[in-house]
Structure formats: C-alpha cells, structure tokens
T-cell receptor, first 113, second 112 residues
Framework: DAEITQSPRHKITETGRQVTLACHQT?????MFWYRQDLGHGLRLIHYSYGVQDTNKGEVSDGYSVSRSNTEDLPLTLESAASSQTSVYFC????????????FGPGTRLTVL | GQQVMQIPQYQHVQEGEDFTTYCNSS?????IQWYKQRPGGHPVFLIQLVKSGEVKKQKRLTFQFGEAKKNSSLHITATQTTDVGTYFCAPVYGGSQGNLIFGKGTKLSVKP
C-alpha cells in the first residue's frame, strides 16, 4: 500500500546544530508540503514543492530549507536549530490539481535545547 | 493576505450533545476541505465541498458550504468519545495550485 513516512519520529538536538527531517512518499504524488504545528497556531506551511527541482516558501520559511531531487522525497533542513523551532513537523503530499486532498505523514516531534 | 477564521477554538461537550464548528473566510472560496486530527495523530482528510450551498453527510457528521462560498460548517450530532480531536478547515482559493491554508482548528473534547 502507498504511504508517506517521516523519520525520525522524535529528535532532540541542541541550539545551533543542523538538523534534517526526512519525508518519503510512495503515492507518486507531485506535490509535497512541510508544516509545523504549535499550540494555538494550527498547521503552518513551511515549504512546498510541486515537482522535482521545484521548491517554494510558505508562511514560516525562515530558518528552513528544502530540496526536491526526486518525486518520493522532500527533506526539511534546519540550518541552525533554534529553540523557537521546537515543534511537531508534518509532511504531506497530494496529486496535481486544485481539489486533491493532502495525505499526512505521522509527524516528527523536534525538541531544540 | 487570505485568512480564514475558525470558531470556536475549543469546545467541551457531554457525550450525546451536538457540536458545531464554523469556518469563515473574507473572500470567496473555490472549495473547502475538512480534516480531523486525533490526539497524538496526524490530520486525516474528511471531506471536500465544492458547490455553493452544498451539504454532505457522513453518518453523524454534516458538512455545509455557504451560498456565497465564504463560510462552511461541520456539525456532529450526538457526539461520542470517538469524536474527540481537532477539526481543521482548509479553504482553497481560486488561483492556488494545491497548497492549503489551514484554519487554527477547533479542539473537541467529549465527557463520557
């Protein structure tokens, strides 16, 4: 069965370190998204991609970067982790089209000390 | 920018009571999606509304899309403990290419 996975599921790191969160989907979806979820803020879009070699900034992109070298993966990198980036991160994917639903991964809980 | 307001932020109900959450946009929507997130889980798609005035039902859940396509609601009849979670609306605006702007969600707790 097709799925979307994230790794690691939990991560503790220190301020200033570079961290990469992995997202892998086997739906063969063109669109992939990264969100962060914090209490009181709902889901906020960090970066998104409509296909290989395409990346776009979302609402809260500062301090984050992504790259899309193939259809299946969209890793999210925190260049220099900050305590404000402690959050739960969700990856999602969808097919091309305005009305297609998003399928979410299980999430990664990141703590920056 | 395009914003959506979802109310209430929290709702505590006794099991068996009804529950409604509202999603309001200042601009006309192309369509709207609804997602549910169980505690400790990830958002899961529930439904999509496209037509003006559309009403869709899923068992005890009723979804409505306003005539002007600026607001939507989710109503749960006779809540059960399995309904616990956060319900998000995700409006889709004309011209967007697939990225969604989620509402802040309504967190529902149900007391048995």
């Amino acid at each position: 069965d097709a799925e979307i996975t994230q790794s690691p599921r939990h991560k503790i790191t220190e301020t200033g370190r570079q961290v990469t969160l992995a997202c892998h989907q086997t739906w063969n979806h063109n669109n992939m998204f990264w969100y962060r979820q914090d209490l009181g803020h709902g889901l906020r879009l960090i970066h998104y991609s409509y296909g290989v070699q395409d990346t776009n900034k979302g609402e809260v992109s500062d301090g984050y970067s992504v790259s899309r070298s193939n259809t299946e993966d969209l890793p999210l990198t925190l260049e220099s982790a900050a305590s404000s980036q402690t959050s739960v991160y969700f990856c999602a994917s969808s097919t091309v089209g305005l009305t297609d639903t998003q399928y979410f991964g299980p999430g990664t809980r990141l703590t920056v000390l | 920018g395009q914003q959506v307001m979802q109310i209430p932020q929290y709702q505590h109900v006794q099991e068996g009571e009804d529950f409604t959450t509202y999603c309001n946009s200042s601009t006309t929507l192309s369509n709207i999606q609804w997602y549910k997130q169980r505690p400790g889980g990830h958002p899961v798609f529930l439904i999509q509304l496209v037509k003006s005035g559309e009403v869709k039902k899923q068992k005890r859940l009723t979804f409505q899309f306003g005539e002007a396509k600026k607001n939507s609601s989710l109503h749960i009849t006779a809540t059960q403990t399995t309904d616990v979670g956060t319900y998000f609306c995700a409006p889709v605006y004309g011209g967007s290419q697939g990225n969604l702007i989620f509402g802040k969600g309504t967190k529902l707790s149900v007391k048995p």
